[in-house]
T-cell receptor, first 114, second 114 residues
């Protein structure tokens, strides 16, 4: 089955700096890669996703890149703000066959210091 | 507003007791999911349902049961057979059940043992 590794487990940046979180996956059939933000006591919220036919996707200060050959994808947050502080999860999913579920990484606690 | 409602927010279980967690969605989504989240861990899939009156076990189904009698509702019962039930439980839904559609999460139920 799919295995997703996420690094780093914690990340501390100064306000205005960029933050990068990286994930690797094992199943070359995976074709959908969402990123979620989870604030304390809340459920995860989808912030951006990318499919395997696209190499990069951007939404304002957030971008995701995908390298299918190397089987890794990354979340980039620019001009970080204190409200970006949260736990971020990556996930990977393949479709078809018996693999119709998301496999999540273990999360990255991002702290943005004012 | 459309969304997913989980109740209660906090739940306490006594030894030998079954408890049921509620999950309701008004997004008209076909697929629904239950995840368990432990500190420092990613989300682990308990059960999922792609359509009414049908559901499948996820990675950690032992000690749990579900039903899907209505499209809007997917309750999870934590039985006395689940020896370590203390966790944060998250319900999600998606428009398709192939795992490659965006999943929308509720705000969770925190279950503790008395």
């Amino acid at each position: 089955g799919e295995n997703v590794e996420q690094h780093p487990s914690t990340l501390s940046v100064q306000e205005g700096d960029s933050a990068v979180i990286k994930c690797t996956y094992s199943d070359s059939a995976s074709n959908y890669f969402p990123w979620y933000k989870q604030e304390l006591g809340k459920g995860p919220q989808l912030i951006i996703d990318i499919r395997s036919n696209v190499g990069e996707k951007k939404d304002q200060r957030i971008a995701v890149t995908l390298n299918k050959t190397a089987k890794h994808f990354s979340l980039h947050i620019t001009e970080t703000q204190p409200e970006d502080s949260a736990v971020y999860f990556c996930a990977a999913s393949s479709s078809g066959g018996s693999n119709y579920k998301l496999t999540f990484g273990k999360g990255t606690l991002l702290t943005v210091n004012p | 507003d459309g969304g997913i409602t989980q109740s209660p927010k906090y739940l306490f279980r006594k030894e030998g007791q079954n408890v049921t967690l509620s999950c309701e969605q008004n997004l008209n989504h076909d697929a629904m999911y239950w995840y368990r989240q432990d500190p420092g861990q990613g989300l682990r899939l308990i059960y999922y349902s792609q359509i009414v009156n049908d559901f499948q076990k996820g990675d950690i189904a032992e000690g749990y049961s579900v039903s899907r009698e209505k499209k809007e509702s997917f309750p999870l019962t934590v039985t006395s057979a689940q020896k370590n039930p203390t966790a944060f439980y998250l319900c999600a839904s998606s428009s398709g059940g192939w795992g490659n559609q965006p999943q929308h999460f509720g705000d969770g139920t925190r279950l503790s043992i008395l």
